[in-house]
């Protein structure tokens, strides 16, 4: 049974910083996309980030490119997304997923989301 699972979530001050883990077992993804979605509330799910897994080519949404990096350890089948300069506009659930056959999707598994709240 495959599982994604995040962690690292929590509240912040706006400028702060979190950093996101998603851990995957199940099966492993180190040939496949995996990316970071967000919702917040009353909004539908929007795009935040994904990395490729041929060429390790990462792609960010315009609102968070310079100040999110994702990234992804396959020998520890984890993804990660660090984020920085956070603004209260981030607050959001954000879910991992992966099992994309490219790095705009579809992803097959997604992961539960974990909350983010930024306070100004």
């Known amino acids: 049974q495959v599982q994604l699972v995040e962690s690292g979530g929590g509240l912040v001050q706006a400028g702060g910083s979190l950093r996101l883990s998603c851990a995957a077992s199940?099966?492993?993804?180190?040939?496949?996309?995996m990316g970071w979605f967000r919702q917040a509330p009353g909004k539908e799910r929007e795009f935040v980030a994904a990395?490729?897994?041929?060429?390790?080519?990462?792609y960010y949404a315009d609102s968070v490119k310079g100040r999110f990096t994702i990234s992804r350890d396959n020998a520890k089948n984890t993804l990660y997304l660090q984020m920085n300069s956070l603004k209260p506009e981030d607050t959001a659930v954000y879910y991992c997923?992966?099992?994309?056959?490219?790095?705009?999707?579809?992803?097959?598994?997604w992961g539960q989301g974990t909350q983010v709240t930024v306070s100004s």
């Open positions: 997923a992966a099992g994309g056959v490219s790095w705009y999707g579809p992803y097959d598994y």
């Open positions: 990395i490729s897994w041929s060429d390790g080519n990462t």
């Open positions: 199940g099966r492993t993804f180190s040939r496949s996309a």
